[in-house]
């Protein structure tokens, strides 16, 4: 697994490139491509880790940072305007990273966080519906009522709650 090792390194090499970026004064704009690019490669380092040595703490805390840099990304700018490409829903990569690190208050924030809106010029509408789903069955599940149009965990079969 030596490739592995080397796609890790280098993935870990580019995040602190990233992460000293991130200090620089930037326009919202770069900020939100820094840190989706920090998310990426944040996964891709996850992955290098469990593939090259089966470190599942390595994976996990990679996959947390991954969704912890998204949900940062999701907070940064209230700003009623809408979303850039690097907001929108359908980036749901990051939800599954905490989904999958065990951190379910982390997705659970990124689906509170994440836009109600379709992008119809930024993402495809399928992808978007999928998003939303994921985001209502979190917040259902949660307890928590969400301002989007989807059925919520009413409208789900009975093994999907």
């Given at each position: ?37 920090l998310s ?52 749901v990569e ?12 982390l997705a ?54």
């Amino acid at each position: 697994m030596l490739q592995m090792d080397l796609i890790r390194e280098n993935a870990l090499t580019v995040v602190e490139q990233l992460e000293d970026g991130l200090r620089q004064p930037l326009s919202p704009l770069q900020r939100e491509e820094l840190l989706t690019r920090l998310s990426t490669y944040r996964r891709i380092a996850a992955i290098g880790a469990l593939l090259a040595d089966g470190d599942v703490l390595a994976f996990r805390h990679d996959l947390r940072l991954s969704a912890t840099a998204r949900r940062e990304l999701l907070l940064s700018s209230p700003d009623p305007a809408p979303p850039s490409r690097f907001r929108c829903a359908s980036r749901v990569e990051p939800l599954f990273d905490a989904l999958a690190a065990g951190e379910a208050g982390l997705a659970r924030d990124i689906a509170q966080h994440s836009p109600y809106r379709w992008r119809a010029d930024e993402e495809f509408e399928d992808d978007f519906r999928y998003a939303d789903f994921l985001r209502e069955h979190l917040l259902a599940s949660a307890k928590t009522p969400s301002p989007g149009g989807g059925a919520g965990a009413r409208g789900l079969p009975t093994m999907l709650r």
